[in-house]
């Protein structure tokens, strides 16, 4: 049996099983999020973002094709391994902790598809928030794409099998010390693996309270990709535009 459950944002998404369950998720809809979002900000051409905890870089590929100048940092080296395939001259990727501060400042910091609230340690959080500040240029953006914890919890499903490449993740969800818990387990190469995600269950009200802590103002929130009005039971995303 293997199990890592100790800071499992660094092991989980380290491994190869990591993509395989999340392998289908929705570019299409991801690449309207980033036209309708760069649109509304107003970014300029040839700007600069910070994608913060950019994963295999799936957003920051798209931006760089928008003509951006384009940083994706993230803690996986694995993943930024990846993403390093992708290089050019306007599209870089590093292995980066979020917490702290990186060392340019841009016109935009996006942290999207819910890459926060991981730690366990409250501090972390905040120091996330200090850091997309410090890293802001005087008219840049910070944006924060979470889930809406509220509506995920009133419509989780606690158990779920997917069967994916020829492996059978069974998937339990529930709740626990104020984070959303996912168990996964499933055998692959004759062994057996258990991870799990914990994600704390931030609401808007919670963001409001960080953001006020590390001096930044929240300037527009919006519920789903489309930048419509935020709705706490109806909205399934939290998308918050702050500096």
């Given at each position: 049996m293997i199990t890592d459950t100790k800071n499992w944002f660094t092991s989980w998404f380290d491994t190869p099983f990591y993509h395989i369950l999340y392998k289908d998720r929705d570019d299409t809809e991801a690449h309207i999020f980033m036209d309708t979002l760069t649109n509304y900000l107003?970014?300029?051409?040839?700007g600069t973002i910070l994608d913060l905890a950019c994963g295999k870089g799936r957003h920051a590929v798209y931006l760089n094709t928008l003509g951006y100048h384009v940083t994706g940092v993230d803690l996986s080296e694995n993943s930024?391994?990846?993403a390093k395939q992708f290089e050019n001259d306007t599209l870089h990727f590093e292995v980066h902790d979020m917490c702290k501060p990186y060392h340019t400042q841009f016109d935009a910091v996006f942290?999207?598809?819910t890459s926060f609230g991981y730690f366990d340690k409250d501090e972390d959080n905040l120091n996330?928030?200090?850091?997309?500040?410090?890293?802001?240029k005087d008219y840049g953006f910070g944006v924060i794409d979470f889930m809406n914890s509220e509506f995920v919890i009133d419509n989780l499903v606690p158990e779920e099998h997917k069967l994916i490449d020829g492996i059978d993740f069974?998937?339990?969800?529930?709740?626990?010390?104020?984070?959303i818990v996912k168990d996964i387990s499933f055998s692959a190469n004759n062994k057996d693996y258990n991870f799990q995600e914990r994600v704390r269950g931030f609401t808007l009200?919670?963001?409001?309270?960080?953001f006020e802590k590390a001096n930044v103002h929240l300037l527009d929130v919006f519920g789903d990709y489309k930048l419509r009005k935020f709705n706490t039971?109806?909205?399934?995303?939290?998308v918050m535009i702050f500096k």
């Open positions: 107003n970014i300029p051409e040839s930024i391994k990846h942290n999207l598809f996330t928030i200090k850091a997309i500040k410090s890293n802001l069974h998937l339990k969800r529930y709740v626990e010390d104020q984070h009200d919670d963001f409001k309270q960080l039971k109806t909205s399934e995303r939290l």
